[in-house]
T-cell receptor
Framework: KQEVTQIPAALSVPEGENLVLNCSFT??????LQWFRQDPGKGLTSLLL?????REQTSGRLNASLDKSSGRSTLYIAASQPGDSATYLC????????????FGKGTHLIIQP | SAVISQKPSRDICQRGTSLTIQCQVD?????MFWYRQQPGQSLTLIAT?????????ESGFVIDKFPISRPNLTFSTLTVSNMSPEDSSIYLC????????????FGPGTRLTVL
């Protein structure tokens, strides 16, 4: 059974810093991995999706990497802004793309102005 | 992408009653999913709902407690039956959509409080 772990559980940094959020998964036979953002009282916003054949994906100030052999993914946020404050969730899809996702518990990020 | 709406957005219910949550998608999709997010926890998959077949439930979730309907390719409902305070959670539906690369898109969630 796939298990996803995210560290740190919470992070508070000053505005402008670059930061890295970590995600690890136990079953390397994943189809893809998604990073989401969740704002309080709201649903999930998909940030990046990395296919199993890919090593990284970039969108604006966000870069996500995937290392299947070590069971790790990282989300890099450059030049952080207060608007980046949210909970970031990592989710692994292990079922050929047609199954539900296995989520980590998330990293609660606060960017101090 | 897919745009998903859920009704109600939130509700407060009494113990022992049932609540039906609706999920509407702006395009036809084969696969829909229902998740639960308990307070302070991450999302847990409840069941997969494909049009034309019975929902498939994950370990720990049963049809009598969480009956699901999937009458067409754009709509699904999840009922939380005989509720107890432990059912207080955010319930989210999601769909698998996209072209060559398919990914999951989520609705805004239904925040349920059971007294």
């Amino acid at each position: 059974k796939q298990e996803v772990t995210q560290i740190p559980a919470a992070l508070s940094v000053p505005e402008g810093e670059n930061l890295v959020l970590n995600c690890s998964f136990t079953d390397s036979a994943i189809y893809n991995l998604q990073w989401f953002r969740q704002d309080p009282g709201k649903g999930l916003t998909s940030l990046l999706l990395i296919q199993s054949s890919q090593r990284e994906q970039t969108s604006g100030r966000l870069n996500a990497s995937l290392d299947k052999s070590s069971g790790r993914s990282t989300l890099y946020i450059a030049a952080s802004q207060p608007g980046d404050s949210a909970t970031y969730l990592c989710a692994a899809n292990s079922g050929g793309g047609a199954d539900g996702l296995t989520f980590g518990k998330g990293t609660h990020l606060i960017i101090q102005p | 992408s897919a745009v998903i709406s859920q009704k109600p957005s939130r509700d407060i219910c009494q113990r022992g009653t049932s609540l039906t949550i609706q999920c509407q998608v702006d395009s036809q999709v084969t696969m829909m999913f229902w998740y639960r997010q308990q307070p302070g926890q991450s999302l847990t998959l409840i069941a997969t709902a494909n049009q034309g077949s019975e929902a498939t439930y994950e370990s720990g979730f049963v049809i009598d407690k969480f009956p699901i309907s999937r009458p067409n390719l754009t709509f699904s409902t999840l009922t939380v039956s005989n509720m107890s305070p432990e059912d207080s959670s955010i319930y989210l539906c999601s769909v698998l959509a996209g072209g060559q690369i398919r990914e999951q898109f989520f609705g805004p969630g239904t925040r349920l409080t059971v007294l």
